[in-house]
Structures are given as C-alpha cells and as structure tokens.
C-alpha cells in the first residue's frame, strides 16, 4: 500500500506529470482569453510565458500550503487563489493584461474548461 501512495506521489510531482501541467494551462489560456472580457495575451511568447509563470505559481502554491489552486479545486478559497494567480500574472509577463473582473471571468471559464476535461490544468 505505502508503495502505491509514494508512485502517486512521484506521478504528481514529476517533470512529465510538470510539462503536461504546462501544454493545458497554454491551452485552457488560449481558449480563456478568446472567450472572456477584459481578458488577453499579446502572441504566443506573452500565452507560453504565461503559462510558466502560471503553472510554477500554482505548483508552489500546493507544494506550500496544500491548496489545490483550481478554479472548482477547492471551492471557494481555491477559486480566489485561481484569480489573484491569473491577475498578478500581469505584472510578470509583458502582453499578458487582465482586469480583476478579467480575473474572475478568466477563473470560471478555466474552472469549466478543467470541469469538461480530462486532468488537472491550472
């Protein structure tokens, strides 16, 4: 039993299970930021940029604390932490820009985009 929770343990944290992370927030960005107000990146440098900078704050996010960043990961308080994550976002990566209404509309049509896929994205 305890080898099978260290694999599972080993399989979220590994540089694949990273690099997947990656590809889906690039993807789920891409579709947010056509499909919602206030809400856009300038080219895809500005998408992948973003995307790193987003995956890596998520992962120390749940490395650190245990919250599950999510939109609909954990509630409420994952929800918040999927915003504040995608609007201090701007001010790392140059034609990333979102408003904080951008921020929450970005976070529910990442939260179901994530709902109607398979695996964890953002």
Known sequence: ???????????????GHIILRL??????????????????????????????VITFIDYLIEK????????????FVGFIVSVAIIYFTKYIVSGFEVTILGSILGALVIGIINAITPGKTM
């Open 1 to 15: 039993m305890n080898n099978k929770i260290q694999n599972d343990i080993n399989e979220k944290s590994g540089i």
């Open 23 to 52: 590809i889906g927030t690039a993807i789920v960005l891409a579709v947010t930021a056509f499909l919602t107000p206030r809400f856009s990146i300038d080219g895809i440098w500005a998408l992948i940029i973003a995307s790193i």
């Open 64 to 75: 650190l604390t245990g919250i599950d960043a999510s939109p609909f990961g954990r509630g």
